[in-house]
């Protein structure tokens, strides 16, 4: 049972170029989430999805895109990067409200 | 809406210390609470969790309980080890109304000296 996996663990992008951020789950989860943290700072919604087919915008969209084809896979998609999305950026999965969370172990993400 | 407010760190202590680590909600419904730990460099791991009122979750020697009262959830441990270094967030789960949202307060640093 692998969990929560993302891909890559790190990456360097100049401004300007795209990139896809992986995240894949084996837990059957119908709850997926994107969150980015910022260095010393908490956590922020970027996107989440309830199930295949069905995604919506959290807290700080702008500049990212989702798509849910499959209950396994959320990729999160990076359009002309600029520096302000430089962050660490994680995916997390969940059944039921009462479970909580699991986590993926993050991408680092460097836009120069 | 729905907040999660945790001490400010960071919290410095020296090994074998007691660990009080204060979080207070604000939410509608009946959420579930939950404490995630996040050790430098990796993501966020649930710690304990409560998912009604006066419950006590409890891992790893740390416990909180859930006190809807007060609207707290304190984290405690009786005695810290510098393996407990990391950043502690306190969260809730959205209530009834559906809202999908968890949501997390700011975290709380804590530091452990031998």
């Known amino acids: 049972n692998a969990g929560v996996t993302q891909t890559p663990k790190f990456r360097i992008l100049k401004i300007g170029q795209s990139m896809t951020l992986q995240c894949t789950q084996d837990?059957?989860?119908?709850?997926m989430y994107w969150y980015r943290q910022d260095p010393g700072m908490g956590l922020k919604l970027i996107y989440y999805s309830v199930g295949a087919g069905i995604t919506d915008k959290g807290e700080v969209p702008n500049g990212y895109n989702v798509s849910r084809s499959t209950t396994e896979d959320f990729p999160l998609r990076l359009e002309l990067a600029a520096p302000s999305q430089t962050s660490v950026y994680f995916c997390?999965?969940?059944?039921?409200?009462?479970?909580?969370?699991?986590f993926g172990s993050g991408t680092r993400l460097t836009v120069v | 809406g729905d907040s999660v407010t945790q001490m400010e760190g960071p919290v410095t202590l020296s090994e074998e210390a007691f660990l009080t680590i204060n979080c207070t909600y604000t939410a509608t419904g009946y959420p579930s609470l939950f404490w995630y730990v996040q050790y430098p460099g990796e993501g966020l791991q649930l710690l304990l969790k409560a998912t009604k009122a006066d419950d006590k979750g409890s891992n790893k020697g740390f416990e909180a309980t859930y006190r809807k009262e007060t609207t707290s959830f304190h984290l405690e441990k009786g005695s810290v080890q510098v393996s407990d270094s990391a950043v502690y967030f306190c969260?809730?789960?959205?209530?009834?109304?559906?809202?999908?949202?968890?949501?997390f307060g700011r975290g709380t640093s804590l530091i452990v000296h031998p």
């Open positions: 837990m059957n989860h119908n709850y």
């Open positions: 997390a999965s969940r059944t039921d409200r009462k479970l909580g969370y699991t």
């Open positions: 969260a809730l789960s959205e209530g009834s109304g559906g809202s999908y949202i968890p949501t």
